[in-house]
C-alpha cells in the first residue's frame, strides 16, 4: 500500500490537546471527562487503523517523542488546578445585583 506519512507529533498533539482540555473544564463540566476518555479511545483505533493499514512503510520512531509527550503530561494537573480554581471562583463570587441566600 502507497500512503502518506504517519505524522506522529501531529497525533501527539491532538491526545495532549484532548486530555488538557478535558482536564481544563473537569471541575464545572464532569461528563468532559467521560467525552474526553471516548475520544481518546476513538482517536486509539482510528490511528492504529491507519497505521497499520494505510501507511506505506511505517516510519522507524524513536522513543524521544514519547518521552517528551509523557513530561508535556505532567502539565495536565497545572491545568485541571487552575481549571478548578476559576471555576470554584466564579461559583463562589457574589455580584452586587444577585440575591442574597439564606
Not at 504517519?6 to 473544564?25: E, K, P, S
Not at 518521552?67 to 502539565?75: D, F, P, S, T, V
Request: hydrophobic share 45%; with cysteine; glycine share 8%.
Amino acid at each position: 500500500l502507497e500512503g502518506p506519512e504517519f505524522d506522529i507529533d501531529i497525533r501527539y498533539g491532538d491526545l495532549m490537546c484532548v486530555t488538557q482540555v478535558a482536564a481544563f473544564y473537569a471541575f464545572a463540566l464532569p461528563a468532559g471527562l467521560f467525552m474526553g476518555i471516548a475520544t481518546l479511545f476513538f482517536n486509539y483505533f482510528i490511528d492504529k487503523y491507519i497505521f497499520l493499514r494505510r501507511i506505506a512503510n511505517p516510519p522507524a520512531l524513536g522513543d524521544q517523542v514519547s518521552k517528551k509527550m509523557i513530561k508535556q503530561l505532567e502539565w495536565t494537573v497545572l491545568y485541571f488546578g487552575v481549571g478548578q480554581f476559576i471555576t470554584a471562583k466564579s461559583l463562589l463570587v457574589c455580584t452586587p445585583g444577585d440575591p442574597p441566600t439564606s
